[in-house]
């Protein structure tokens, strides 16, 4: 190992190295836990909200029998009927709470309604109607800690809002959280087709039968469709993304202060060391990228630690606390990765300013200082 390497100076400067270490890897994790958390629950927002609006719209009348039989006709998709919406089911993301509305379905209908969501039954069975019953995606299922045969009550408590007791007969899973009922009802499927309906769309084609029920049924409906639940889903978002650039912001002031000032000190402490390089025939310019170079080597390596650390961490918190409670946070997220690393570029950068300059002004002759 040469002398004047970095590998060198690392394997001779351990406990020197720790506190800048420790304090990189710490705002590493800090950054990276905190992104992760809020991108897990903005999937989970999605889930509950965006993504089922990209596989369907719903149409409800705002006048008795509205959706006419022309209407229908002419947007030629899959049409499933609402009987009615029967109220809210609570869904606790890792950061966070949002209401999920109910929908009531015909028996008929409720393979059709699974298929347009691209749900599956992976326990129990579905409803037949003959009294109150409902599907539970499951991780609601998880939350509510409830099975194929319990039953769902009004709670205020855990925001269970419903319009009586339902009993679990299925358990679903898929790419969206939500909970479809089924019971009896003195509304004709013939009627409810004319007042509140699913129809089947997906992300291309969602935009255009909006604009086509619009122009055909004008005011007279009410349309929850992909573009008008995203935008709300993104201000959510902006504002969590506003909360974690603050974040990021303040811890990377507090450790350029900090590093600034543990880089000064060590470069007080090895004055001498680069002055004698100086005297030898060293340039400065080296001496200033190997200082860099010291100082980004440090820095990268608690990044990495930092993000191993808070993969761990999750890992953990997600088999003990989270997916017991129908809630997960992805370990690795590529974006969350990018965003912590901007904290330990500018620490690596901004905390050498100081001692670089020094360099460059520094002469051999303050060795006899």
């Known amino acids: 190992m ?61 006048s008795k029998n509205s959706i006419s039989d022309y209407i229908r006709n002419k947007i030629n998709r899959d049409i499933v009927p609402i009987q009615n919406q029967n109220g809210q089911i609570q869904y606790n993301s890792v950061m966070g709470e949002m209401s999920i509305d109910v929908y009531r379905i ?44 319990d039953s769902v009550k009004p709670n205020s408590q855990n925001g ?30 013939s009627e409810a087709l004319k007042n509140s309906i699913i129809i089947k769309v997906n992300i291309k084609n969602s935009k255009r039968i909006s604009k086509q029920l619009k122009d055909l049924a004008g005011k007279s409906v009410n349309i929850i469709d992909y573009k008008s639940m995203k935008k709300q889903i993104d201000q959510i978002a902006m504002g969590l993304r506003s909360l974690e650039f603050i974040i990021i912001l303040v811890i990377i002031v507090v450790l350029c202060v900090s590093m600034a000032n543990l880089n000064y000190i060590s470069f007080i402490n090895r004055k001498n060391e680069f002055s004698i390089l100086t005297a030898i025939g060293y340039r400065k310019g080296f001496l200033c990228r190997k200082l860099l170079k010291e100082n980004v080597m440090n820095c990268m390596t608690a990044y990495i630690s930092g993000i191993l650390f808070t993969m761990l961490v999750v890992s953990l918190l997600n088999i003990s606390l989270w997916n017991p409670n129908g809630q997960s946070v992805a370990l690795f997220n590529i974006n969350d990765i990018g965003t912590a690393i901007i904290m330990p570029a500018f620490v690596a950068i901004i905390s050498m300013l100081t001692p670089l300059k020094e360099i460059r002004a520094m002469e051999y002759e303050c060795l006899n200082r």
């Open 2 to 62: 040469k002398p004047l390497s970095i590998l060198s100076y690392f394997a001779n400067n351990k406990r020197k190295l720790l506190p800048s270490f420790i304090c990189i890897s710490l705002g590493v994790f800090i950054i990276y836990l905190f992104s992760i958390i809020i991108s897990g629950a903005g999937s989970a927002m999605k889930q509950a909200s965006v993504d089922m609006l990209e596989r369907g719209t719903f149409v409800s009348s705002n």
């Open 106 to 149: 015909f028996p008929q209908d409720m393979k059709k309604v699974l298929k347009i969501f691209d749900l599956k039954l992976i326990r129990g069975k579905v409803p037949n109607g003959k009294k109150n019953e409902i599907l539970l995606s499951l991780k609601l299922a998880k939350q509510y800690k409830v099975n194929v045969g």
């Open 160 to 189: 269970t809002n419903l319009d009586g007791t339902y009993k679990v007969t299925g358990i679903i899973d898929g790419p969206v959280i939500t909970a479809f009922t089924s019971g009896r009802s003195d509304i004709k499927r």
